[in-house]
């Protein structure tokens, strides 16, 4: 579910756009906060619960960072998202801080019960659910996302495997299910 942002006239982009280090390091690129609005219409919107930061720790485990989503930006010359994360470190104590991660796009998903709108295979039903599971997939040097999902369909539960990231979208205002 690709979006489309309307950046405003280029007088107005000229005075919000600051300098930038990606993840990269590379310094002098050239980034642009979203409004709200502009950021609601992507697919990982201000408010939305994320993994990110997936790195495979064994054969058969895979790490990631949770939080939520609390900025976007763009980086204008690569025409690429960044996305301001913040997430909870808990110490041993039981105390902790709140930290602000970037990533970008390529490297973030819905987290664990994060509230979806999911599209039939046949495009014909759109209905809510919620991601039971995410698994990143490299595929010809690319990541992917392949989800686990649960909704209700016709009275009847169902979770399904194998959902790509184009079958679903985040939605807020979804009810747990």
Known sequence: MASKIKLEDE????D????????????GDRLFQLTSDQADKLSFPTGCPVLYNFQQCTSNVTGAREGIVRSVSLITDK????????????????????ILDETTEDDIAYAIN???LVTSRDNVDVVPGKV??????????????N?????????????????TADRIAYHKHVAKC
């Open 11 to 14: 007088e107005e982009v000229e």
């Open 16 to 27: 919000s756009v600051d300098k930038h280090q990606d993840a990269s390091g590379a310094h």
């Open 79 to 98: 025409k690429r998202f960044v996305f301001q994360i913040e997430r909870r470190r808990v110490d041993s104590d039981g105390g902790g801080e709140q």
């Open 114 to 116: 994060a509230p979806v």
């Open 132 to 145: 039971i599971f995410v698994k990143p997939i490299s595929s010809k040097g690319e990541m992917r996302m």
């Open 147 to 163: 989800y686990i999902v649960q909704y209700t369909l016709d009275n009847q539960l169902r979770m399904e495997e194998g959902v």
